[in-house]
């Protein structure tokens, strides 16, 4: 371009009209070649091959307007497509631009000479009329200065021509030689300021054109702009121009020795090629210098005469290439499942990864980052090529991120890659010069994400988006890339601001993140898996999938934190099997290195099968809670949950909270065999529970199977060194304990142990089979409730369905009788418990009366068929609370010794209750047992501040039996010598006229043998006694059973309880003598029929010795003794033979 000072002999004016002459020319001369060419060529249109590039031409966006400025220029490149056969520019995508900026500026001058007060500007041109520079177009087209022709000029590297100075333009580069010297020496050269280009897209080979380097002051002294190149790694050299344009690799100059204004006569103008790798560049910056003609001279002009300096222009083209471009993008809230677009994952771009082109033989091309709209771009030659991403460039947007985390691919294009190429290993390393795909594939890494493209001329971009997710658990493996513990390290590093996982596979939730399950499992072909990825390792169809430790993994520290093993891409496939597994599709084996554990808030372990923890558990100096399968630790772990998961074979607990852990709740699961560890040299003898409560205040557990496990099914406080800790406040209920406490190691074998304990309650359980008893509170516990459970199976003697404890050992102390003053030292204040005393079915209700402490809550049961004394509650039947409107009766009384047939302990002024519950108010099944009167009860007293009894004796049910008009306290009989003394005490009596004593030797044929008179009605406590003379020698087998009919006085009668007497056998059972007493009509008879054969001499004395007569009698006959004709009075049968000698009494009336 021409833009120098005209000539004092030479108007300015004159100078433009000079331009326009050699345009003219420039075009006639450019048609007469092109038509010469076609004619030599034998074509008449296409006279070059055509190539479509992109060019600096007007069109949207671009700058239309004039300087002085020394803001930023931004060029939007136009494509034309048919170049050079014609100049048809059309708008390009994607959009490319490049932005032209100055900076380190070295000159200032007046505002009044050049409006932007600097050396170098955009849009300024000479004034040979005034000092200030004048105003010109910002991006006029390439014939406004210097007189360059078409001829000049290149658009591309391997083509000829393609830029025309009418159709294509520049951006306007004004240098002011006013900051100079008046006059400057020879061979000057002056630095002005810094040119860069920036393109938004990387660009291949760029040609730079520069039109009109160049001009003149008036008087006759010529300088040029030059420009050397800053940026590394490119090379600069010539395509085309005037013979002024001189080019080295590093700068573009001018070699006129008198540089001038037209380009051919002083003046450079053509075309630079811009040698780049081959991934392109962004950006290329010049250093600006001006520098004078060789001999120096005068430059400027002094005062406000005129403006000098050197107006160039700089315009741009390259290659319109396909280029390669995608997005690379963080899928925040990828719920497990199909990968998700770009689109569909909420567009949260990441700036900075590594993405990589390989060729279509894999061999590495170039690598780039993405900007910060998360795009990449490769402008590469046609053909076939592979896109990379390095997996560990992929930044997370979330708070907290740091260059250790690592990401899994959810997305490249498909929706089926997610864990990417081979989700069981981890991602390679970023390749260099001469790396192939091939080479980073290796035993334990691959190329995960990676997009095959071809790049084809005509079309507008090719690429693929690369989607990445910091949650999801796409292998087996123990570390790395991909595994549970990488999930475990990224959750508790990054912060769950903005996470609301798509909800796939379970209820999501804000502010919560979930473990996304996305293993392969060899022939899942949906969610995300896709056919032709071999199964994980330990991957079984009928177990799932299990992850094998090396370690032991972090501890969760980050709230809300989701490990589901339910939200599994290949759905839930392992059948449960009631008491053995939930049927988890993800297991843990711990392989003897620590359990899961936990110190935050709202962590939720599901459906995960659990074993092998062990880890320093039972060392001695080790962290017993790394032997447990999951760890609740501190007070901060409130609202978390255990849910559906299955833990088995652990060294120390299946479940433990410890540390003050609080509001947690542990639900539906199995926690089972937990093994037993013997004592060794640094190692302690352990057997495992499970569920440990050391230090746990206010949990729920609910639901759970905790059976077969080495030590207790429940431990609150294990009694380790260091664990004297308080467990308050806990609630267990319907959970299932059986099978517990079968382990060798310790004595921790009873199915609930509480070591440390206030005020926890056990509701609804079912208590069964454990090694010792079903529960054993330890002295210093209280408060602890013990509520419609069902207790069974602990039949060992000295075992109990509830054992309370005055002591701090593992094993109970068998039953603590009751007695007077408590509360005593002991669990639960060793509360007394109720004493049933007679319970009877009457007119439809079963009628119970005994003894219970005040206001106690009662709670009835069937006992356990094998209990022979003290119960064991089988069955919940009913609750009643004594005192309450229930209760029949406010009566107080005692109680002491044998209570049917068991010492219950003893009671002064204990209250008495009598309750009388509807049988149809039962479910059926018990409705019929207590009718048949084939099941005992027994009961437990509870009060809300000291806690629950230990279960009474067994009482069994008398069918079809009226309640004692009377309150009887006691009813007993015992062997008293050969006689049966029976004592019965009564509370009070309502019209009773008497008892009828009743004996029975087979327990089933009873006959009055006495009568009592009564005492009628009376508030009072009666004692009364009767004592069945002989009865031993009348008793085939020892065993006599008496029981009381208590006669109304209008003829009502009720039966009592029965009582047995035993008796030992001896030689007086060979003979007998009845009745007696004889009388005047009925002889008595004596009876040898029990004594040997043989001949016996009988004897008849009176009471002072008189013999009255003798007589023989042979054994095992039976003869009258003649009595009916003597006195009234006592007589003495003596019998003497066969070595046997014995006597009885027999009476006269």
């Given at each position: 371009?021409?833009?120098t000072?005209?000539?004092?002999l ?5 100078l433009r ?5 050699f345009?003219?020319m420039?075009?006639?001369l450019?048609?007469?070649?092109l038509?010469?060419?076609g ?6 249109a296409?006279w070059?091959?055509?190539v ?6 007007s ?24 170049n ?21 500026q070295?000159y200032?001058?007046p505002?009044t ?5 600097t ?15 004048l ?5 006029p ?48 050269r002056?630095r ?17 054109h ?10 006759g002294?010529?300088?040029t702009?030059?420009l ?5 790694g ?31 006569t ?12 081959a991934?392109g ?6 250093r ?6 060789a001999?120096?001279?005068?430059i400027?002009?002094t005062?406000?005469?005129?403006h ?6 700089v ?47 894999g ?15 490769f ?28 990401p899994?691919?959810?997305y490249?294009?498909?929706t ?6 081979i ?10 010069t001469?790396?192939?795909?091939n080479s ?5 890494t ?8 071809t790049v084809a001329?005509?079309?507008a ?13 796409v ?9 549970l ?9 990054l ?6 996982q ?31 990825v ?22 969760i ?7 589901n ?20 599709e ?13 110190t935050?808030?709202?962590t ?7 074993t ?5 558990g ?25 849910n ?15 540390n ?11 926690l ?15 057997d ?29 406080g294990?009694?380790n060194p ?17 099978g517990n ?14 070591r ?14 454990n ?25 060992n ?6 054992d ?22 002991g ?11 007679r ?23 069937i006992?356990?068929?094998n ?6 509650g089988q069955t ?8 309450s ?6 009566r ?10 068991i ?17 149809s ?6 409705q ?11 009961a437990?007293?509870t ?9 009474s ?22 062997a ?30 009873f ?8 005492q ?15 009865v ?7 065993l ?11 003829g009502t009668?009720a039966l ?7 008796f030992?056998?001896t ?6 003598v009845?009745p007696?007493?004889?009388t005047?009509?009925q ?12 001949t016996?001499q ?6 002072t ?10 054994g ?5 003794l003649q ?10 049968v ?10 009885r009494r027999?009476?006269?009336?």
């Amino acid at each position: 371009m021409f833009k120098t000072l005209a000539s004092q002999l030479l108007p300015f004016t004159h100078l433009r009209n000079f331009h326009s002459f050699f345009i003219l020319m420039r075009a006639h001369l450019r048609l007469l070649l092109l038509l010469l060419a076609g004619v030599l060529s034998g074509q008449n249109a296409a006279w070059a091959q055509t190539v479509s590039t992109l060019e600096f031409a007007s069109g949207v966006g671009n700058p239309t307007g004039n300087g002085p400025t020394v803001a930023n220029q931004v060029i939007t490149f136009q494509a034309n497509l048919n170049n050079p056969n014609n100049n048809t520019f059309t708008a390009y995508s994607p959009t490319t631009t490049a932005t032209f900026s100055l900076s380190n500026q070295q000159y200032t001058q007046p505002t009044t000479q050049l409006s932007t007060g600097t050396g170098v500007a955009f849009g300024a041109t000479i004034n040979t009329t005034g000092g200030a520079a004048l105003a010109e177009a910002l991006f006029p087209t390439l014939n406004a200065y210097g007189a360059s022709t078409d001829a000049n000029y290149q658009a591309t590297n391997g083509t000829s021509g393609g830029i025309s100075v009418t159709a294509n333009s520049g951006v306007e580069i004004f240098t002011s030689t006013e900051v100079l010297p008046n006059t400057v020496p020879a061979n000057a050269r002056y630095r002005y300021a810094d040119l860069t280009i920036t393109f938004n897209r990387a660009v291949v080979n760029p040609v730079v054109h520069i039109t009109g380097l160049g001009g003149v002051y008036g008087p006759g002294t010529g300088f040029t702009a030059e420009l050397d190149l800053l940026t590394s790694g490119v090379t600069l050299s010539k395509l085309s121009g005037s013979t002024e344009l001189n080019v080295t690799s590093t700068q573009i100059l001018n070699n006129a020795l008198a540089p001038n204004a037209a380009t051919g006569t002083g003046a450079a103008s053509g075309s630079v090629l811009v040698s780049t790798p081959a991934a392109g560049i962004t950006t290329i910056s010049f250093r600006t210098y001006l520098r004078p003609n060789a001999a120096g001279g005068d430059i400027n002009y002094t005062g406000t005469t005129g403006h000098a300096g050197d107006a160039w222009l700089v315009s741009v083209s390259s290659t319109a290439v396909t280029p390669i471009t995608g997005t690379v993008f963080e899928d925040v809230n990828y719920g497990g499942g199909a990968g998700r677009t770009l689109a569909a994952s909420g567009t949260v771009v990441r700036l900075g990864a590594r993405v990589e082109l390989y060729n279509s033989t894999g061999v590495f091309v170039s690598a780039t980052t993405t900007d910060a709209n998360g795009r990449y771009n490769f402008n590469p030659v046609a053909g076939n090529y592979t896109v990379r991403v390095v997996n560990s460039t992929v930044t997370s947007s979330r708070p907290g991120y740091v260059n250790t985390l690592v990401p899994v691919q959810t997305y490249n294009g498909t929706t089926d890659r997610v864990g990417g190429e081979i989700p069981s290993q981890a991602d390679a390393a970023a390749g260099t010069t001469n790396t192939t795909l091939n080479s980073l594939n290796t035993a334990t890494t691959v190329a995960q994400s990676q997009s095959s493209v071809t790049v084809a001329a005509g079309t507008a971009g090719v690429g693929a988006d690369f989607g990445f997710n910091f949650s999801t658990v796409v292998n087996t493996n123990d570390a790395g890339q991909g595994s549970l513990r990488q999930f475990i390290t990224n959750s508790n590093t990054l912060t769950n601001a903005g996470l609301d996982q798509a909800d796939d596979f379970q209820a999501a939730a804000a502010g919560v993140e979930f473990a996304n399950f996305v293993i392969p499992d060899g022939t899942t072909t949906t969610n995300g898996l896709r056919a032709g990825v071999a199964a994980a390792s330990g991957y079984s169809a009928t177990t799932g999938f299990t992850i094998t430790l090396a370690s032991a993994l972090p501890i969760i520290t980050d709230a809300n934190t989701r490990i589901n093993g339910s939200r599994i891409a290949t759905g839930q496939k392992v059948a449960s099997v009631p008491g053995t597994t939930t049927g988890p599709e993800v297991t843990i084996d711990f392989a003897n290195f620590g359990g899961l554990e936990t110190t935050a808030a709202n962590t939720r372990f599901i459906s995960l099968g659990l074993t092998r923890a062990r880890g320093t558990g039972v060392s001695a100096t080790g962290d017993i809670s790394q032997g447990a399968a999951i760890t609740l630790s501190g007070a901060a772990t409130t609202g978390s949950i255990v849910n559906d998961v299955t833990a088995y074979n652990n060294a120390t607990a299946g479940i433990r909270l410890e540390n003050g852990a609080t509001g947690v709740t542990i639900q539906n699961s199995i926690l089972r065999n937990g093994t037993s560890t013997a004592s060794a040299t640094g190692v302690t003898a352990t057997d495992g529970f499970g569920i440990v409560l050391e230090g746990a205040t206010n949990n729920t557990f609910t639901g759970n199977t905790i059976s077969n496990n080495a030590g207790s099914g429940i431990a609150l406080g294990t009694g380790n060194p260091g664990t004297t800790v308080t467990n308050t406040g806990n609630r267990f209920e319907s959970n299932t304990i059986s099978g517990n406490g079968g382990g060798a190691a310790t004595t921790n074998n009873a199915g609930i142990r509480i070591r440390f304990g206030q005020d926890n309650t056990f509701f609804n359980n079912t208590i069964t089979s454990n090694d010792s008893d079903g529960i054993i509170a330890n002295g210093g516990t209280s408060g602890n409730i013990f509520s419609q459970n069902s207790f069974s199976g602990h039949n060992n003697a000295g075992d109990l369905g509830i054992d309370l404890t005055a002591g701090t050992g593992f094993n109970g102390d068998d039953t603590n009788l009751n007695d007077n003053g408590d509360p005593d030292t002991g669990a639960n204040g060793l509360l007394n418990f109720p004493v049933i005393y007679r319970a009877s079915v009457f007119n439809g209700n079963l009628e119970v009366t005994g003894y219970a402490p005040q206001n106690s809550v009662i709670e009835f049961f069937i006992s356990d068929v094998n209990t022979a004394t003290f119960g064991e509650g089988q069955t919940y039947l009913f609750t009643r609370t004594e005192g309450s409107a229930d209760d029949l009766t406010a009566r107080t009384g005692s109680y002491s010794g044998a209570v049917n047939g068991i010492n219950q302990g003893s009671e002064t002024n204990a209250p008495i209750f009598v309750f009388s519950i509807p049988i149809s108010s039962l479910p059926a099944d018990q409705q019929a047992a207590i009718t048949a009167g084939t099941v005992r009860l027994t009961a437990t007293a509870t009060l809300p501040t000291q806690g629950t009894s230990e279960f009474s004796g067994n009482t069994a049910i008398l069918p079809n039996t009226s309640p004692l008009p009377v309150t009887l306290i006691s009813f007993g009989a015992q062997a008293a010598g050969l006689n049966a003394r029976l004592n019965w005490k009564t509370a009070q009596e309502l019209n009773n006229d008497h008892f009828v004593v009743e004996r029975s030797f087979d327990a089933r044929s009873f006959v009055a043998v006495g009568q009592v008179k009564g005492q009628g009605s009376t508030q009072a406590t009666t004692t009364y006694d009767f004592t069945d003379v002989q009865v031993a020698d009348k008793a085939p087998t020892g065993l006599v059973y008496y029981r009381l009919r208590q006669v109304d006085t209008d003829g009502t009668e009720a039966l009592s309880e029965v009582q047995a007497v035993r008796f030992a056998l001896t030689a007086s059972k060979l003979i007998d003598v009845y009745p007696t007493p004889a009388t005047a009509t009925q002889d008595a008879k004596l009876d040898l029929s029990g004594a040997p054969a043989g001949t016996y001499q009988v004897t008849l004395v009176d009471m002072t010795g008189r013999v009255l007569r003798t007589s023989r009698q042979n054994g095992g006959t039976v003869q009258e003794l003649q009595l009916t004709n003597l006195p009234t009075g006592t007589y003495l049968v003596q019998v003497k033979g066969n070595g046997q000698s014995f006597s009885r009494r027999v009476v006269k009336q």
